[in-house]
């Protein structure tokens, strides 16, 4: 018991010791605001957190996340091609890409692609 409390006490001594001096060699100034305030998406914290955003910043967001979650869906179907055999796993891939073909072919009609506005 003496023993696991020392090393309690030793180990909050170097956690402490360590916090101290990365604070003390850390190169701050006054100049590093931005750094350390809280990442809001583009806004600035200070200011009223109701202001209106871009909706084409939105709409970019939402494609990346459907995209991201399509790419991890599409992970699945390479060990499937072991498993299954070939006419079965062409249908299924072909399936799930012609659905990312119509996506993205949506995403163009609505002119979500160009990037600048």
């Not at 003496?2 to 850390?26: H, P, T």
């Not at 967001?61 to 079965?88: G, Q």
Request: net charge neutral.
């Amino acid at each position: 018991m003496i023993l696991l409390m020392n090393l309690s006490i030793i180990i909050f001594l170097i956690s402490n010791i360590m916090m101290l001096l990365a604070s003390i060699l850390a190169k701050k100034s006054l100049m590093d605001r931005e750094k350390c305030s809280p990442f809001e998406c583009g806004f600035d914290p200070k200011s009223l957190a109701r202001i209106p955003f871009s909706l084409h910043f939105f709409l970019i967001t939402m494609i990346f996340l459907i995209f991201d979650v399509e790419i991890a869906l599409i992970f699945p179907i390479i060990p499937l091609f072991k498993i299954v055999n070939f006419l079965i796993w062409s249908k299924v891939s072909l399936y799930f890409i012609i659905m990312l073909l119509f996506g993205l072919y949506h995403e163009w009609n609505q002119n979500m692609l160009n990037w600048i506005n």
